[in-house]
């Protein structure tokens, strides 16, 4: 028999069996559960290998100057800053070492002139050099001695609650390249209009690659210590206390591979206390991945159990109906390929119909909840992988059909008589 005749027959089998809402319920409810597991756990797993891999903290180690090791009572605030001012200087001179800076002086929140209607205008504005920029998606880079020049995110959103977005007011980055704007900072009793400083926008950069809001911009080193500067005067000149401890200094090695020999270095130098900057929450991880399995564990079982089950139920309903293709002349094989295929053809078209609702919900969420929007920015998209797809195949279609097969097959060589029954 050819394995055309076995499909048509297999069709015509599956066409005229009596539809079971809850079973059908059942699998779809198994395709959608797994298609959302997997979804989920790429996503997941996107957004870790953003906000780790990513992470400037990753490729940055905090220490305290060497001064800390001494006797500072007797020491001037102008002879502490020199001999932090060298102590950096140390730093910046080893190898790998790309940036050093003070505590306070790597990132600034501000206001802009960006401010409308709908969005307040709120910017952090982080240093950053040749060495340390994200990759320019249009624009330019700038180094280290410029000043007055901005890198910002394509999809730009200027507020100052940047993972609360509302997609319609999302600026394009486009518009703004070698535009200029300003910001104003620094306001005080004394100085009620604060300062004013004019950044032009030269390039773009993916902020979700960094794991960035989409209200961050970098500026030089040069900049952001001019507006520290600036702010600290502004807000504390009248308070002699200010400054006067002895600070954190940060310094950003280009590569993570590089960081363990550079922190060597830094301790054999006398520096005190050197840690990186940020760490890998190892209990978050854990739990995200046992989550994970958990899920995927209980799905799993009960995919093993329940369809399949449930499935052997309704083929023995099926018994007089291949004993009768039996007499008609159907083999063993033939009966069993008919019954594989027909079990085959509902699992597919469940899985479609499953697969169908899922995109429609998942699109739905992308465009109208706003969890689900703001986590769209952060990642450059959610999306629905690959993977995700053949594994749920391979949950919902693959393995109930190879469950099937022995006891089809076992199915399929009983006698005529056990299957239509003596008296027939």
Same mark, same amino acid.
């Given at each position: ?13 599956? &066409? ?39 992470? $400037? ?23 502490? *800053? ?50 340390? &920029? ?69 390039? &773009? ?18 900049? =952001?210590?001019? $507006? ?20 954190? &200094? ?8 590089? $960081? *363990? ?26 739990? =995200? ?105 391979? =949950? ?29």
């Amino acid at each position: 028999m050819q394995i055309k005749d076995n499909f048509k027959l297999a069709l015509l089998v599956f &066409l005229r069996e009596k539809r079971k809402v809850i079973y059908f319920g059942v699998i779809l409810l198994f395709v959608i559960l797994s298609l959302s597991l997997f979804v989920y756990r790429f996503n997941t797993n996107k957004m870790m290998e953003y906000s780790i891999e990513n992470n $400037i903290g990753f490729n940055t180690l905090a220490f305290f100057p060497k001064i800390l090791n001494e006797n500072v009572s007797e020491v001037t605030k102008e002879e502490l *800053n020199e001999m932090i001012e060298s102590d950096i200087i140390d730093i910046k001179n080893l190898e790998h070492v790309v940036d050093v800076y003070r505590s306070g002086y790597y990132d600034f929140v501000a206001i802009s002139d960006f401010k409308n209607d709908f969005l307040d205008g709120t910017l952090t504005l982080i240093r950053g050099n040749e060495n340390t &920029l994200p990759d320019i998606v249009a624009g330019r880079s700038f180094n280290s001695d410029e000043v007055g020049v901005a890198i910002c995110p394509v999809h730009f959103y200027p507020n100052f609650e940047p993972r609360q977005i509302k997609k319609e007011y999302v600026i394009n980055g486009y518009d703004l390249i070698n535009k200029s704007f300003n910001i104003t900072y620094g306001i005080s009793d004394e100085n009620t209009e604060g300062y004013t400083k004019t950044f032009k926008i030269v390039g &773009l950069y993916d902020s979700s690659k960094r794991f960035n809001d989409n209200g961050t911009c970098y500026i030089s080193g040069k900049d =952001i210590t001019e $507006i520290v500067n600036n702010e600290k005067f502004a807000t504390n000149k009248n308070n002699p206390m200010v400054n006067s401890g002895i600070p954190v &200094l940060y310094a950003i090695v280009d590569d993570k591979e590089n $960081i *363990n020999d550079v922190k060597a270095q830094m301790e054999e130098m006398n520096f005190f206390d050197v840690k990186i900057a940020s760490v890998i929450d190892t209990e978050m991880v854990d739990t =995200i991945y046992m989550s994970f399995i958990s899920v995927f564990v209980i799905i799993l079982i009960s995919v093993i159990i329940i369809i399949p089950a449930y499935t052997k139920w309704r083929l023995k309903s099926e018994e007089r109906n291949i004993g009768i293709l039996r007499v008609c002349g159907y083999t063993e094989k033939d009966v069993c390929i008919v019954y594989v295929l027909k079990i085959l053809m509902q699992y597919i078209i469940l899985y479609c119909i499953g697969l169908l609702i899922f995109v429609c919900v998942f699109v739905f969420l992308k465009e109208n909840v706003q969890t689900f929007i703001n986590f769209d920015y952060m990642l450059g998209g959610l999306k629905i992988n690959f993977g995700a797809i053949l594994f749920s195949i391979l =949950i919902n279609v693959c393995l109930p059909v190879l469950i099937m097969i022995p006891y089809l097959r076992k199915l399929s060589k009983l006698t005529i008589v056990n299957l239509i029954g003596e008296n027939d």
